[in-house]
């Protein structure tokens, strides 16, 4: 994912679209200077052609020229005069539209698929979660649920005028994004998956781009450019669903690693003695906090894999527990407890790993986070780094199970603000004079 800076200036000459040290040509040029309006108008809308001219450093012409095309492709709007309290005749605001264009991101996982869409404003569109048994259906059931909720998606957008610039479906696993491959989702059950592909043969149009990412790395981007740790250069996302994972921005960039498999937290050994995990191995910080495990110590005659599986999706598990609780069981409180004990013992790894500011605390995590919290800072600040401890917090997530869709849908709106030329014209593009 391009991690450009919001005025619009590339953070790196790769971005640029070309090489260090090699003349780009026209066509690059122009795509960069589309993205750079862009950009500055999504962040510092309404403003007028003189203002965007003044900022980026491009002359009113060259500008007028740019936004002419961007109204062509659906991506910026006029918003009527703008007064700027001097003298002279208004010019005209600018601002993001997005109306006309979207971007769907869709996530699978152990008990559901969710997907939400979005404009490129990040308001979201749609937003929908149906309670699906992933883990026991195999990949090829599972991608053709994915499939028709997409084209069911796609369909409605369609009939609202919206058209996806692209599709991004995260997934709990190891993901090859180049390919679009799940290269292994021990909690799914899952090996050497083409999502894309397959993906490619649902009913939606050809020239809609679909990708695949780690569930997250999606929702830890979600919580920088939107969450309740918004903008915080540093924190790490704990997914908090049955299987475990971890999402790390570091100096403001997702840490993605040599392969792109960073943040597989859940797969760290912290009990050789403990439970065995999916994966294969033996006591890994997932079979101490994952869903599955506060599951089968709150409601064990709900655990997963005993019985008829009624309840799949994780908000009605979390309701039957909540309700159990209401009523006084026990089992609740203490299961919680026991959670926020593990949890605060990687966390303490984490935070001498990665020296977040904050911990974010996604999915089933942030619905019992007064239960949990306390247990996990109070064995955080035993284990922990002292200097680093005492400046890093958990934070529960205000995004909900919704946190990966969100994000996916937020890599396709950054790909279309990094290459607006990604969208098509729809209508030609006419010079307007400039303001």
């Given amino acids: 994912m391009d991690h450009s800076r919001a005025d619009g200036h590339a953070t790196d000459s790769m971005s640029r679209g070309g090489s260090a040290g090699v003349p780009a040509d026209q066509a690059t040029v122009r795509r960069s200077n589309l993205a750079l309006v862009l950009r500055h108008v999504s962040a510092c809308g309404p403003c007028t052609r003189s203002a965007v001219a003044a900022a980026t450093g491009l002359n009113k012409a060259t500008v007028t020229s740019l936004v002419s095309e961007l109204q062509a492709r659906g991506l910026v709007k006029e918003m009527g005069p703008q007064h700027a309290g001097s003298v002279g005749r208004p010019g005209v605001a600018l601002a993001l539209d997005g109306s006309r264009v979207g971007a769907l991101g869709m996530e699978v996982n152990v008990d559901y698929i969710a997907a939400i869409a979005t404009d490129l404003a990040g308001r979201v569109i749609i937003d929908r979660r149906i309670g699906f048994d992933a883990m026991g259906s195999g990949p090829e059931r599972s991608l053709d649920e994915l499939a028709r909720m997409a084209e069911r998606i796609v369909a409605d957008l369609d009939r609202l005028g919206i058209t996806p610039a692209g599709i991004t479906v995260a997934v709990p696993g190891l993901i090859d994004a180049t390919t679009g491959t799940v290269v292994v989702a021990p909690n799914l059950g899952w090996r050497g998956v083409a999502v894309t592909e397959r993906l490619s043969h649902a009913n939606i149009a050809a020239d809609i781009p679909v990708a695949v990412d780690n569930d997250a790395n999606l929702a830890a981007l979600a919580e920088y450019t939107s969450g309740v ?25 997702l840490l993605g690693g040599a392969d792109g498999f960073a943040g597989e937290v859940g797969h760290v050994v912290i009990d050789p003695s403990g439970e065995s995990c999916r994966c294969g191995r033996v006591g890994c910080w997932e079979t101490k906090v994952g869903l599955a495990a506060l599951v089968r110590m709150a409601t064990p005659d709900r655990a997963y894999g005993t019985g008829p599986q009624l309840v799949r999706d994780p908000e009605e598990r979390l309701a039957e527990i909540e309700h159990r609780r209401a009523e006084g069981d026990p089992r609740v409180d203490a299961a919680a407890a026991e959670v926020g004990r593990w949890l605060g013992i990687g966390a303490a790894m984490l935070v001498n790993l990665f020296n977040p500011r904050v911990i974010v605390l996604g999915g089933y995590f942030a619905r019992l986070a007064d239960l949990i919290i306390p247990a996990a800072q109070q064995t955080l600040a035993r ?16 995004l909900g199970f919704g946190a990966a869709s969100r994000g996916a849908a937020g890599v396709v709106v950054e790909r279309a603000l990094s290459d607006p030329t990604s969208i098509s014209i729809r209508t030609p593009p006419t010079i307007l004079p400039s303001a």
């Fill in 229 to 253: 740790a918004a903008g915080t250069s540093d924190l790490v996302y704990l997914t908090g669903e049955v299987g475990i994972g971890g999402g790390v921005i570091a100096g403001g960039r």
């Fill in 383 to 398: 284990l922990g780094m002292s200097d680093a401890v005492e400046r890093c917090r958990f934070a529960a997530s205000d």
